[in-house]
């Protein structure tokens, strides 16, 4: 059968020709144009990595390439590695690439990394591009310079009417407390649109705003608007994991943190909002590793600050806490959330008259704020300045009327200025609003028993068994009341049942015991005590129980071998060591009281505790000059 091929003839010169062709093919290199543009079709079509990768490969061709580090920056921008990004800026200008160009790209790097001040360097006063003024207003804003940057956004809207950037600026004054004008800051926004349909910072900031409105339907629309217009914005894909985390939709954020990841596992943004995930689910450390990646990196990023205090407080790690939300605080004075934290965090820390001071200057402008108003209360009871704590207390729960918290805390203070009737009548309407409260509850039956009310008091108690039946505390409380009505056989009964809810609640075995030596029965206390350690053999309140049993006896031997266990079982726990030392001082072996002593000096030589017990010690021994330094 013949083919159906059509016959080409070829000179074996041709065929030469050809392959020569062919070899030269296989051995060049694609232009520095040709892989440039390839990085622009990648980058359209949202393949970021492949893009970043080409330009990679560009620079590594051609060093010397100013467009493609220019390119390369801006992709590291999209994608958050903004150190990446100014690097590869700051190469492109030195390269020779116009800074008219690459200033706006630099300048928005360092402000993603909060270095207002070294954005303002870069970029003057005097400077008439409106993308680089609108930069500089934003540094400013960043600095709380609001007065002068909302005359860099006026000034650029007068010469460039509807520049996106200066009316990005605006909404983001508008803002700013104390106006907080949240429909503003929108109509801004949205006017900035009308003219500019196509800005992404724009569709961004309008996602923003219809979150802080609970709007978050439209507000998901905003972000993925953003998206569609320029995919390879991995910020847009942080936004909406933002939105997720505020919305409790934890998987929805965690898959979309792990969209931006495969693109920019080093974009900062995407770490400090994995740490805010992390937050949110009750991870601490792991909130705490992530934010130390950002803040070694960018120091100056103020929102990891503000994140890292609230996740330190949570750790209780309240000197670094403390660190954080200063220098938040440092470039916003006042801002009231980090505010009430360090407030929160000084209070914590045992220094009630620096937390007053936090907050005290911002109570006036701030008399509808709960949380600040409760705050500023009990630092006025701790500072026993009971009519101020009371003034607080009253205005919060005025605003809270069914927060029982606030009531107790109104009572307590009323209970401070010996007011005990009006702080009945707060705990009883707190206890009547929420009944399961056993905090109200203590504090209204120790009240009815300060004006010896006994019967009230032993029917608040039984009110209180009612609803906690389990509670062990509830059950030795009513024992106690029942004491004071001279009924110790109830009591008794109260103090067993509290045991049955929990056989090793100390409070109702202490109690237990007290009545035993009353009926002359110390042996019945002893075998309660040592049942209950037997459930528990490392218990060191239960072996500090049987020692003070034990001395009462006049059994200084076995207190001696109770105290010795505990010390034995339990040697880092200060109060046990200085127990026994105290055991030994008071006897015959001073010189074993201050071996111990001296060696807990040697682990804790702050601790005035352990110097105060020592000091007599070594007087007594002849250690003078020792005991003076002590």
């Known amino acids: 059968m013949p083919s159906l091929r059509p016959k080409m003839r070829l000179s074996s010169g041709t065929v030469a020709i ?71 800026m700051r190469r492109a200008m030195e390269l020779g690439k116009n800074r008219a160009e690459v200033m706006p790209w630099l300048g928005k790097s360092l402000l993603l990394q909060g270095r207002f001040d070294d954005m303002l360097a870069e970029i003057q006063a005097d400077d ?71 800005d992404v910072d724009a569709w961004r900031l309008k996602g923003d705003l219809l979150r802080l409105k609970n709007r978050n339907s ?17 910020q847009a894909h942080v936004d909406i994991a933002s939105l997720h985390i505020q919305s409790g939709q934890f998987d929805q954020a965690r898959a979309e943190l792990a969209i931006a990841r495969r693109v920019a596992p080093n974009s900062l943004m995407l770490i400090y909002t994995q740490a805010l995930l992390d937050f949110r689910q009750g991870k601490l450390t792991a909130a705490r590793d992530q934010l130390q990646l950002v803040l070694r990196a960018a120091p100056e990023h103020l929102p990891s600050h503000l994140l890292m205090g609230v996740v330190m407080r949570g750790l209780g790690s309240y000197p670094q806490a403390e660190q954080h939300l200063r220098k938040f605080l440092e470039a916003n004075p006042g801002q009231p959330y980090a505010s009430k934290l360090l407030a929160s965090v000084l209070m ?34 701790r500072q026993r300045r009971f009519d101020l704590a009371a003034a607080q207390f009253e ?65 608040s108690v039984r009110r209180m068994e009612a609803h906690q039946a389990d509670n062990p505390m509830v059950h030795n409380l ?12 109830a009591a008794r009964l109260s103090f067993e049942r509290a045991l049955k809810a929990d056989p090793l609640f100390l409070p109702a075995l202490d109690n237990l015991t007290q009545l035993d030596l009353n009926d002359r029965q110390p042996e019945a206390a002893r075998a309660r005590l040592e049942a209950a350690l037997k459930k528990d053999p490392r218990n ?22 109770w105290l010795e266990r505990a010390v034995q079982d339990h040697p880092d726990d200060v109060d046990a060591s200085l127990r026994l030392a105290a055991f030994y001082g008071s006897g015959k072996a001073a010189p074993k009281a201050l071996l111990l002593l001296e060696k807990l000096a040697a682990t804790h030589p702050a601790d005035g505790r352990v110097l105060s017990q020592l000091a007599p010690l070594q007087e007594r021994g002849g250690k003078r000059d020792e005991a003076l330094d002590n």
């Open 18 to 88: 050809a392959l020569l062709a062919m070899l030269a093919g296989c051995g060049s290199k694609p232009s520095n144009e040709h892989l440039l543009a390839d990085a622009r079709q990648l980058e359209a079509r949202g393949e970021t990595k492949s893009a970043i990768i080409e330009l990679k490969n560009l620079i590594q061709q051609a060093p010397a390439d100013a467009a493609a580090r220019l390119a390369l920056g801006r992709l590291y921008l999209d994608t958050g590695d903004v150190l990446s990004a100014e690097k590869e």
């Open 128 to 198: 008439q591009q409106p993308r680089l003024m609108a930069l500089r207003g934003h540094a400013l804003l960043g600095l709380n310079r609001q007065d002068e940057a909302a005359a860099v956004f006026a000034h650029i809207l007068v010469r460039h009417p509807g520049q996106p950037a200066a009316l990005i600026g605006q909404a983001r004054i508008a803002l700013q407390p104390p106006q907080r004008d949240t429909a503003r800051a929108l109509a801004l926004t949205e006017r900035a649109l009308a003219q500019f349909p196509d």
């Open 218 to 234: 439209p507000a998901l629309a905003a972000y993925r608007k953003a998206l569609a217009l320029h995919p390879a914005l991995v």
């Open 348 to 381: 914590h820390s045992g220094d009630s008259a620096q937390a007053l001071a936090v907050i005290a200057p911002m109570l006036a402008q701030h008399q509808d704020d709960v949380e600040m108003l409760s705050l500023a209360g009990e630092l006025y009871m």
């Open 395 to 459: 205005r919060a729960s005025t605003l809270a009327p069914q927060t029982t918290m606030l009531r107790t805390a109104l009572a307590m203070s009323q209970l401070g200025l010996g007011d005990t009737g009006r702080a009945i009548a707060q705990l009883e309407a707190a206890v009547d609003a929420d009944q399961t409260s056993s905090r109200t509850g203590v504090l209204l039956v120790l009240a009815q028993l300060r004006q010896r009310d006994y019967a009230k008091a032993l029917e």
């Open 478 to 489: 009513k024992g106690g009341v029942l004491l004071m009505n001279r009924d110790p056989a």
């Open 540 to 561: 060191l309140d239960l072996m500090v129980a049987l020692a003070n049993l034990a001395l009462t006896r006049g059994q200084a031997p076995v207190a001696q071998a």
